[in-house]
């Protein structure tokens, strides 16, 4: 059908819902094997990532006639996923606020302080409020880039409360940044991005 290129805020799920065409069938599509081995993670890709979109397909389904019957599509709707924590410790049955592109959600934590939601799978804004302390969290959904990019390292270690800026550039705030994070998983604190460190903060970030 057609190459897509990706742009920040992208990611499988809100590009196959554009197209109509179910995520796995374009992941799974053999001109983007390259970019599945390189990325690994379907929804977190990079700006100017080449996408192939195949034809949409016809599909059909056997029916009793005078009958209603209800389909859903495919990947509609996407799952969000949020951990809480302070001080390493799980934010359990804390009351929740979350705005999910002007729709507000209201719930509470579960017993390891996640949030658990359906949202549309091209929503790209949300906050979430913790109704107790009245802390807003502002959420770019699907702005996360892969954790080969100096970028995806940033992001992660200010999700996970690290002081750093979300540059690009691997500056001295980044390294000691890395080295807090080294020194709080019992790994050699170099402030370098080598392969075990960058495992480890994907592990501890859950992407």
């Known amino acids: 059908m057609s190459d897509y290129i990706v742009k920040q805020g992208d990611c499988l799920s809100s590009i196959a819902a554009k197209y109509g065409i179910p995520w796995d069938k374009i992941w799974n599509h053999p001109k983007n094997a390259r970019l599945k081995e390189q990325r690994k993670d379907p929804n977190i890709l990079y700006p100017g990532?080449?996408?192939f979109i195949p034809e949409k397909e016809d599909k059909e389904e056997a029916a009793a006639t005078g009958q209603k019957h209800r389909f859903r599509r495919k990947g509609i709707p996407e799952k969000l996923e949020l951990i809480l924590c302070l001080e390493g410790e799980p934010r359990r049955n804390e009351d929740y606020e979350l705005q999910i592109d002007g729709k507000l959600i209201r719930g509470k934590t579960d017993g390891?302080?996640?949030v658990s939601i359906s949202i549309p799978p091209g929503a790209r804004q949300g906050k979430l409020i913790l109704i107790k302390t009245g802390e807003e969290f502002n959420l770019d959904l699907g702005h996360l880039d892969p954790i080969t990019e100096i970028t995806g390292v940033q992001a992660r270690l200010a999700n996970?409360?690290?002081d750093v800026e979300v540059s690009g550039k691997w500056d001295e705030?980044?390294?000691e940044a890395l080295r807090q994070f080294q020194?709080?998983?019992n790994l050699n604190p170099t402030g370098e991005l080598d392969e075990t460190t960058r495992n480890k903060l994907k592990e501890v970030h859950g992407s």
């Open 160 to 162: 996970l409360g690290f």
């Open 173 to 175: 705030r980044s390294k």
């Open 183 to 185: 020194k709080s998983n």
């Open 112 to 114: 390891q302080g996640k």
């Open 49 to 51: 990532d080449i996408i």
